[in-house]
C-alpha cells in the first residue's frame, strides 16, 4: 500500500486498540474460545446511486472482509483475547454507512460451554430435518 493507506491502517488500528481497552475497563483477554460478530460500516461513494439510501446495502467493493477482519483481530490480540486462533465462531459483514457514522460494530463473548451445548444440540436438530426432508 502506498505511504497514505499506512498511516489510515495505523490511525485505525490505534483507534480500534483504544476502544477495545475501552470496552474491556482494565479485565484481562478472553483465554477461551470466542464467539465474534461484527459490523464493518464503510463510505458511501460519491457515485452510488442514492435511490438505494434505505440503509442497509451490501459493501461489494474493496477491502475484502477478511483483510478487514484481520486488521481489526490484530489489533485486538492481547486486549480482547490473547491470540485470533480463539475465534471460533463468527458472523462478519461489511456495508455502506448511509447515515455518515462509518466504523466497526464489535460484539465479542466468551464461548462458554452452555453455548457450546445450545449449538450442538441446534445443529443435530437441522441436519436430522434436513435428513427428513431428502
Not at 21 to 44: H, N, Q, T, W
Not at 85 to 91: E, G, L, R
Amino acid at each position: 500500500g502506498t505511504a497514505e493507506s499506512r498511516k489510515r491502517m495505523s490511525i485505525w488500528r490505534d483507534d480500534v486498540r483504544h476502544e477495545a481497552k475501552a470496552a474491556m475497563d482494565g479485565r484481562p483477554p478472553f483465554v477461551g474460545p470466542i464467539r465474534l460478530s461484527c459490523e464493518f460500516r464503510l463510505p458511501v461513494p460519491a457515485t452510488t446511486i442514492r435511490k438505494y439510501q434505505w440503509g442497509w446495502l451490501c459493501h461489494t467493493k474493496k477491502p475484502d472482509v477478511d483483510k478487514l477482519f484481520r486488521m481489526l483481530s490484530d489489533a485486538m490480540t492481547g486486549i480482547v483475547w490473547r491470540d485470533d486462533s480463539q475465534v471460533c465462531f463468527s458472523t462478519i459483514n461489511k456495508v455502506y454507512a448511509w447515515n455518515g457514522s462509518t466504523g466497526a460494530m464489535v460484539d465479542v463473548t466468551e464461548f462458554t460451554d452452555e453455548m457450546a451445548q445450545r449449538f450442538a444440540t441446534t445443529a443435530e436438530q437441522l441436519r436430522a430435518g434436513i435428513e427428513a426432508l431428502a
